[in-house]
């Protein structure tokens, strides 16, 4: 076949087709991301074999995995879609009133509760046709890889050297302190650095081997290290664990606040000095000048700024 016979038997829908399939490695999951019935993603995925000449994705065991030649297609799908996104909407003016687009950002649960369901209400109450996705921080740690291909427009976190790879703007800044239980030794007696650090800790599950957060990463390089006995990856569950026991939960003032007036909890000063927690928002050259993107990061810098008030 020739290339512009290809060319021509290629539209943008089987691109949204073999990225999503792709990411998603599976059909189904594929045809509810993409709001359609699974034949038509199967009918879709057959013309893209054919067209492809191989056959992009297979079984392995009990799941379905891309071949060498489909994982070199990932990016270039992911680009063509982001641009052709862009192509028309930042040529006639971006109109959050009236955008279909969905916006996509990468957050942990270490946040303020109240910070995510303030931007959704937000974006949602601006663009009311637009759809956006909170994703969880990648487990491979490799969210540098998501921006670039677009599958997230954002990643909001913390870091005590965010990386120089990324654009990024400086949201807010957080006091660090101790969340126990209000019956804990320490709210009478008051603790020195070895008691906190002989305490019994709980701490995120690292989201991948040698992960380590701001906290600890902090305590290294004073040559310390505590005593974390408990380790949940489900950040919002740690309060009920701490009221109910002697563990010491150690993290921003802002998230502290949110769950002392709800549990029988209290918030202690560490022995230790550690610096303010600082978040930010990282996002890819990639999206850099395209209006829709800065939108939204305006209305993540709105929602921070409303979090002190």
Request: hydrophobic share 45%.
């Amino acid at each position: 076949m020739r290339d512009q016979d290809l060319f021509d038997k290629i539209d943008l829908h089987l691109i949204r087709v073999l990225h999503t399939v792709l990411t998603e490695r599976s059909v189904s999951r594929a045809a509810l991301r993409m709001g359609m019935h699974q034949p038509q993603v199967s009918a879709s995925l057959r013309r893209l074999r054919e067209l492809a000449g191989d056959p992009l994705l297979v079984r392995s065991g009990s799941a379905m995995v891309p071949t060498d030649a489909a994982l070199r297609m990932v990016e270039p799908s992911a680009r063509i879609l982001r641009a052709a996104e862009s192509l028309f909407s930042d040529a006639r003016g971006f109109d959050p009133a009236t955008t279909g687009q969905t916006f996509r950002v990468a957050a942990s649960d270490y946040l303020d509760p109240q910070f995510l369901p303030a931007l959704v209400a937000d974006v949602k109450g601006q663009a009311p046709q637009a759809g956006i996705e909170i994703h969880p921080l990648s487990p491979d740690g490799y969210y540098h890889e998501r921006l670039a291909q677009g599958e997230i427009d954002v990643v909001i976190g913390n870091w005590l050297q965010p990386p120089g790879d990324l654009h990024r703007a400086e949201l807010f800044t957080d006091e660090v302190v101790c969340l126990v239980a209000r019956e804990h030794p320490a709210v009478r007696r008051g603790w020195s650095a070895d008691d906190w650090l002989a305490a019994e800790h709980v701490a995120p599950t690292p989201m991948h081997p040698g992960a380590r957060g701001v906290i600890d990463e902090h305590l290294e390089g004073l040559g310390l290290a505590r005593n974390i006995t408990a380790r949940c990856a489900h950040f919002g569950l740690i309060p009920a664990m701490v009221a109910a026991s002697l563990l010491v939960m150690t993290t921003g003032r802002l998230f502290c606040e949110r769950y002392a007036g709800r549990l029988p909890l209290a918030i202690l000063a560490p022995p230790i000095d550690f610096p303010p927690l600082t978040y930010y928002q990282l996002w890819h050259e990639r999206s850099h000048a395209s209006a829709a993107a800065r939108w939204l990061r305006g209305r993540i810098k709105a929602a921070a700024g409303q979090l002190r008030k």
